[in-house]
Structures are given as C-alpha cells and as structure tokens.
Antibody
Framework: DVQLVQSGAEVKKPGESLRISCQGSGYSFANYWIAWVRQRPGKGLEWMGIVYPGDSDTRYNPSFQGQVTFSADKSINTAYLRWRSLNASDTAMYYC??????????????WGQGTLVTVSS | EIVLTQSPGTLSLSPGERATLSCRAS???????LAWYQQKPGQAPRLLIYSGSSRTPGIPDRFSGSGSGSVFTLTINTLEPEDFAVYYC?????????FGQGTKVE
C-alpha cells in the first residue's frame, strides 16, 4: 500500500530553523512528484510547491519562494521541507502529498497525516 | 495565477438530499485539469475527482464531477452522514496550482 508518513509536531520560537520530513513507501518514490500544502488553523489549503525526488527538481509557488526550501533524498524515500527562520505566521499544518501522475501537472492522490508546526515565543 | 472561487461557502442540507457545489476559475482550466477533495476535521484531504469528472478508485458513485472551461460542479447525490465535510476544488493546469477557499457541507 502507498503510504506517506510525516515527522511529528514541532514547537519552535521565532527565528529558529526547522526541517520536517515525509517518507514514502509502497511505490517508486523517485518517480512521483511530492507536493507540499499548508493549512493554517481554521483556513483553507495553500499549494506551496513540488519536488521531484528523482533529480530534486523543484517548483515553488511565488508566495513561498525564498521562504522555504524543498529537497529530497531518494535513497531513503524521504522529502523535506525546510525553513531557515520561522515566524509566527508559519504556524500551520503542513501536508505532503504524492502526485497521481508522473508529471508536475497532477492532482495528489496520497497524503501524509500532516505535521503541525507551532511558532511561538 | 488562476483564482478559484467556490460557492456557496456553506451548504446546509440533510442526509438523503443532493448537494451541488460550484467552482469557478478566473480563466479557463482546459482539458479538465480540475480536481475535488474532501476534508474532514483532523484529517488530511482525500482526492475524490480528477480531470474534472473521473472518480478516484474507491470513491462512491454518488460523487460526480462535471464542467469545463472555467465552471465546474461537484454533485453529491443522496448525502450520507459521512459526507458532511469541507470540499475543495484545485486546478493543476498552471503553476502555481491553486485551491478554492472551500465549501462546507453541514
């Protein structure tokens, strides 16, 4: 079965760095794009961008460009989302999700359970 | 970027009724690069419909998608208690991919 398992909840202070992870199993991890989606408390879904584990190609939503970094290590079937300096507005649930098709233009058919990031002084 | 506007914001219905949800795009989403997701409280979204009208395997046939161009519809025939949730449309035709703001079916 296809599964995406995300790292656990994080509580950080403003200005701190953070990396969260998303490990895939049950499919050829390197060959499917992984999307990152933000959901602030009580709000809707925001597409942050995608990463291709096969060659670490990335596409960013301009709203998130420069604020976060996507990466992937296909040898351990894991994708990452990293912040250099968090602020309170980054408080949200973050989901990783696998593309249904092996293209950058695809809906996401399998989702991780989400990682809750709380940024507070 | 393509802006998706969903209506209504909230749909108040009873089990057994039909739900009709709308998603309007600011420009044409050709070739049906449009998906619908369901999200229940405390859960990740679930893909229901892709390519405008194709059901994901395992999704009950009471869920159906239609539309083209810039206007799309998700219909839920005969609402079941487990269908009360928030529904989002998503376009994946252009980058950045975008979601609508959601419709809550209560």
């Amino acid at each position: 079965d296809v599964q995406l398992v995300q790292s656990g909840a994080e509580v950080k202070k403003p200005g701190e760095s953070l990396r969260i992870s998303c490990q895939g199993s049950g499919y050829s991890f390197a060959n499917y794009w992984i999307a990152w989606v933000r959901q602030r408390p009580g709000k809707g879904l925001e597409w942050m961008g995608i990463v291709y584990p096969g060659d670490s190609d990335t596409r960013y939503n301009p709203s998130f460009q420069g604020q976060v970094t996507f990466s992937a290590d296909k040898s351990i079937n894991t994708a990452y989302l990293r912040w250099r300096s968090l602020n309170a507005s980054d408080t949200a649930m973050y989901y990783c999700a696998r593309h249904r098709y092996r293209t950058a233009w695809s809906p996401s058919d399998y989702w991780g359970q989400g990682t809750l990031v709380t940024v507070s002084s | 970027e393509i802006v998706l506007t969903q209506s209504p914001g909230t749909l108040s219905l009873s089990p057994g009724e039909r739900a009709t949800l709308s998603c309007r795009a600011s420009e044409s989403v050709t070739s049906g690069f449009l998906a619908w997701y369901q999200q229940k409280p405390g859960q990740a979204p679930r893909l229901l419909i892709y390519s405008g009208s194709s059901r994901t395997p395992g999704i009950p046939d009471r869920f159906s998608g239609s539309g083209s161009g810039s206007v799309f519809t998700l219909t839920i025939n005969t609402l079941e208690p487990e269908d009360f949730a928030v529904y989002y449309c998503q376009q994946y035709k252009t980058s950045p991919q975008t979601f609508g703001q959601g419709t809550k079916v209560e």
